[in-house]
């Protein structure tokens, strides 16, 4: 019964949708009617100012974090709560990418899968935001520097827990890491055609109206 309510619980605070909320209230518009159609803080900030896009980076984030820590109240630090715990990102993610109050049409989750991750592994979020910040430095794409973060965290994951320390959850943190870099790069698939094409907007410049 604990494992069922953690995962609901975790869903619900994932679709939350912060980056909707803040733009009805200070543009009065639909977020997902504008830009590239996402809920997050990139979309968030090109139409409703940087703050705007600060705040909901920083509260998608908070709720990623939140759901693991409620996670791991409820369900304690053992073996078998590992799993649940780790399913519970999946949860929260499917949340963010797929909100139920919005019809299932959110964000791409990278936010909210930083607050997961600084819970779990601060080392391999810090990792990932160098290569989030040297793809965007190089490129101006945000989505590609988005994609590649994203691949880099199962990675680091990997890298700090298989070689460096043999950790017993090191397997429910690796389906964590994982399951999480598959639904961003899933949420990302409009933006990968995009790059593709060579038609993705680019850091600065002006909002691309397709979803």
Do not use: C
């Amino acid at each position: 019964m604990k494992p069922a309510l953690v995962l609901v619980l975790a869903y619900l605070l994932g679709s939350i949708p912060f980056g909707y909320l803040i733009v009805r209230l200070k543009a009065g518009v639909d977020i997902r009617e504008t830009g590239s159609g996402g809920t997050g803080a990139t979309n968030v900030s090109r139409r409703a100012g940087k703050l705007a896009g600060v705040l909901t980076l920083a509260l998608d984030a908070l709720k990623g974090a939140g759901a693991i820590w409620l996670a791991q109240w409820f369900l304690g630090s053992s073996q078998g709560a590992a799993w649940w715990v780790a399913i519970a990102v999946m949860a929260v993610l499917l949340g963010h990418i797929f909100p139920v109050w919005l019809k299932f049409r959110g964000g791409k989750g990278v936010a909210t899968g930083v607050g997961v991750f600084l819970v779990f592994t601060p080392v391999a979020v810090g990792l990932a935001v160098i290569v989030f910040l040297s793809t965007v430095w190089a490129t101006r794409y945000v989505s590609l520097g988005s994609l590649l973060a994203a691949v880099t965290i199962p990675l680091s994951v990997w890298l700090q827990y298989k070689l460096l320390v043999l950790d017993a959850a090191f397997g429910p943190l690796m389906f964590a890491a994982t399951s999480a870099a598959v639904l961003i790069v899933f949420a990302h698939r409009a933006n990968i055609r995009r790059l593709a094409r060579g038609t993705e907007n680019k850091f600065g410049g002006k909002a691309d109206d397709r979803p």
